[in-house]
């Protein structure tokens, strides 16, 4: 079956420092997302993407966060100014249409510290 | 926004018994909920999901059921395996492709 793809597996970081975080997606899905998840706690919402634009966002995806589509098969998340409460997991996720039924498939995730 | 609770936060079962978490929802107009499965350390797997036009949905040792009138739905495990121990999370679809997941439960199963 084919897989979502994040890099890198563990990410530290100071705080205040930029860290950008990369996924590559199904390779024919055309929805994007990143959720994320505290250590102990449920998985959040944080954004989706498609067609090159911000679909929806959740009120934790505030002005440090951006996310890009920078070529055919990356997708990025960047934090410009990481704050200790930014440390978690985060994953990326993919589905092939956009609908409340369709099927997300989430990377492995990549861990955030910061220090 | 969509609130969705579950119960219980931990659970302990003996291997061969059956295991029930159960989730409520507020959005009255959800109408699709997956269940996804979070070993240690790894990514939330869907395990199986149901939607609103049928009640009871059964995979081998796993079954969904879901009381829209009440807004509530169960996961049932039948003869739990060592294997099954996870953290599961109820999931309700908000708007398109949204999850809005439980607090999940941490289900451990005992030789």
Known sequence: EPEVT???????TQMGQEVILRCVPISNHLYFYWY???????????VSFYNNEISEKSEIFDDQFSVERP????????????????????????????????????????????L | GENVEQHPSTLSVQEGDSAVIKCTYSDSASNYFPWYKQELGKRPQL????RSNVGEKKD????????????????HI??????????YFCVVTGTASKLTFGTGTRLQVML
């Open chain 1, 36 to 46: 994320r998840q505290i250590l102990g706690q449920k998985v959040e919402f944080l």
């Open chain 2, 47 to 50: 395990i199986i999901d149901i």
């Open chain 2, 60 to 75: 081998q040792r796993i079954a969904v059921t879901l009381n829209k009138t009440a807004k509530h739905f169960s996961l």
């Open chain 1, 6 to 12: 994040q890099t890198p597996s563990h990410q530290v």
């Open chain 1, 71 to 114: 070529d055919g098969s990356n997708f990025t998340l960047k934090i410009r100014s990481t704050k200790l409460e930014d440390s978690a997991m985060y994953f990326c996720a993919s589905s092939l249409n956009r609908g409340r039924e369709e099927k997300l498939f989430f990377g492995s995730g990549t861990q955030l510290s910061v």
């Open chain 2, 78 to 87: 039948t003869e739990t395996q060592p294997e099954d121990s996870a953290v």
